[in-house]
Every structure is written in structure tokens, then in C-alpha cells.
Antibody, heavy 119, light 110 residues
């Protein structure tokens, strides 16, 4: 059974930093593209960033490019999202997702981790 | 990266069929066969219902079907059941390694 467990969310002040982690199990992590999506309170889904199976290629939404960094450790089956220069509009539930932007669908979603940016 | 356009709401009675549209441009929906649909119940994570425009993942009832014509994709739910009441989101590859979602449609089973 595919399991994706996010951690690292919480309350942070504007301009601050936070690192989300996603522990994956139940599939061959090193062979899978991975993605982070987010959903602001009461709003729709938004794609944030994706990474190739090897970690050699990363893709970012315009809204987070230059502030967020996506990485992975295939030896630990873990995905990371480093979030810097956080803004109020980054407040959202962040989902770890198995899949990528095109050929591999976003097939499995974690339960999400809430990030709140507020002073 | 403009969001795809979905109607805010849709509804139908049990047993009826309902279709939800997802309109984009030739740079996303119309340009690629990488349209997906997701179901989200309140407080829950999204669930993949359709991928590659028409494909159903294992375990998704065949009451759910997808199609595309030009720049508009559609999700049809046949034989509506109470458990189908949820928010539905479409997504599409938008070129240059970008992914875009629709604004979501709240489906109500009357």
C-alpha cells in the first residue's frame, strides 16, 4: 500500500523558513517522480513543484520559483521542500504526491501538512 | 500559468448523469492528452479519478468517464450516488514542465 506521510508544517512568521518532509513507502520511491501540491484554506488545488526520479531535474510554479527548493533522498525514501521567504499567501495545506506533471499522473496523495504564515 | 475554468457548482439527482467541464487553451488542455480529474471530499486528500483524458485508475467505478474536445475536457458521472457528492478538480500539463489545475466544481447530489 502506498503511503505518503508529510511532516514539518506549522506556524511561521512572514519572511521565515520551513522545511517539509515526506516519508514514502509501499512503492519503489527511487523510480517515481514526486510532486508537492497545496491548497489554501477554502480554495482550490495548486501545483507547487515536481522532481524527477533521480532528483536531477526540478520544476517550479512561478509563484514559488526562487523561494522554494525541492529535493529528495532516495536512500531514505524521503522528499523535501525547503520554503524560504515565506509570505501570507503561502498559507495552505501542502500535499506530497506520487507522480509528475505529465506522463505519470498524480496517483497518490498524502494527508497533507498545514503551513500557516502569520505574524 | 492561468487556472483552467470549471463551473463552480453542478448537481443531479441519484441515478442521473452529470457532466463537469474544464476549459483551457491550446497551450494546455487542447495541446496535450494529459488531463486528470480528482475527487476531494471535505477534509480529505484529493483522489485521482481520471488520467490521460480517459483512463480510470484501478478501483475507480466505471460510472466515471472522461473526454476531451478541443480546449475543453469533461468528466461525466453516470448513475449518481450520494457518495459522489464532493469537489472535483481537473488538471492539465501546460507545457514547459508546468501543471495547471481548474478552480474546482462542487457536485451536489440532490
Amino acid at each position: 500500500e502506498v503511503q505518503l506521510l508529510e511532516s514539518g508544517g506549522g506556524l511561521v512568521q512572514p519572511g521565515g523558513s520551513l522545511r517539509l518532509s515526506c516519508a514514502a513507502s509501499g512503492f519503489t520511491f527511487s523510480s517515481s517522480s514526486m510532486t508537492w501540491g497545496r491548497q489554501a484554506p477554502g480554495k482550490g488545488l495548486e501545483w507547487v513543484s515536481s522532481i524527477s526520479d533521480t532528483g536531477g531535474t526540478t520544476y517550479y510554479a512561478d509563484s514559488v520559483r526562487g523561494r522554494f527548493t525541492l529535493s529528495r533522498d532516495n536512500s531514505k525514501n524521503t522528499l523535501y521542500l525547503q520554503m524560504n521567504s515565506l509570505r501570507a499567501d503561502d498559507t495552505a495545506v501542502y500535499y506530497c504526491v506520487k507522480g509528475g506533471v505529465s506522463t505519470t499522473p498524480l496517483a497518490y496523495w498524502g494527508q497533507g501538512s498545514l503551513v500557516t504564515v502569520s505574524s | 500559468q492561468s487556472a483552467l475554468t470549471q463551473p463552480p457548482s453542478a448537481s443531479g439527482s441519484p441515478g442521473q448523469s452529470v457532466t463537469i467541464s474544464c476549459t483551457g487553451t491550446s497551450s494546455d488542455v487542447g495541446g496535450y492528452n494529459y488531463v486528470s480529474w480528482f475527487q476531494q471530499h471535505p477534509g480529505k486528500a484529493p483522489k485521482l479519478m481520471i488520467y490521460g483524458v480517459t483512463n480510470r485508475p484501478s478501483g475507480v467505478p466505471d460510472r466515471f468517464s472522461g473526454s476531451k474536445s478541443g480546449n475543453t475536457a469533461s468528466l461525466t458521472v453516470s448513475g449518481l450516488q450520494a457518495e459522489d457528492e464532493a469537489d472535483y478538480y481537473c488538471s492539465s500539463y501546460a507545457g514547459r514542465s508546468n501543471l495547471v489545475f481548474g478552480g474546482g466544481t462542487k457536485l451536489t447530489v440532490l
